[in-house]
């Protein structure tokens, strides 16, 4: 068993081990599998856009369905974001 190797994998980790009310799984292994149905599923997707600020799709969670793969989208999805604004040259 390996463990998380990101800091989104760690916290979508944890959120599992929360919701699904487990010690230690496998970050390979399948949410339903490993118990989870819809109404966690969707559980998890509200703890996760409250810890992270970014939303996703509960259709892109059952196609993800494994830890990396959720952290990998969401890593995706926060690099889409606008950055800070920056102030232009004589704005100050």
């Not at 998890?44 to 509960?58: A, D, F, K, S």
């Not at 196609?63 to 704005?91: I, Y």
Request: glycine share 6%; proline share 7%.
């Amino acid at each position: 068993m390996t463990g998380p190797s990101t800091p989104t994998e760690e916290l979508v980790a944890q959120v599992w081990r929360e919701l699904l009310e487990l010690n230690t799984f496998d970050l390979d292994e399948d949410f339903f599998e490993l118990g989870g149905h819809s109404m966690v599923a969707v559980q998890v997707l509200y703890e996760l856009e409250q810890r992270t600020g970014i939303p996703l799709e509960l259709a892109s969670f059952f196609d993800l369905a494994t830890v990396p793969q959720v952290a990998a989208e969401l890593d995706r999805l926060r690099a889409q974001q606008p950055g800070p604004a920056t102030v232009a040259e004589g704005e100050l």
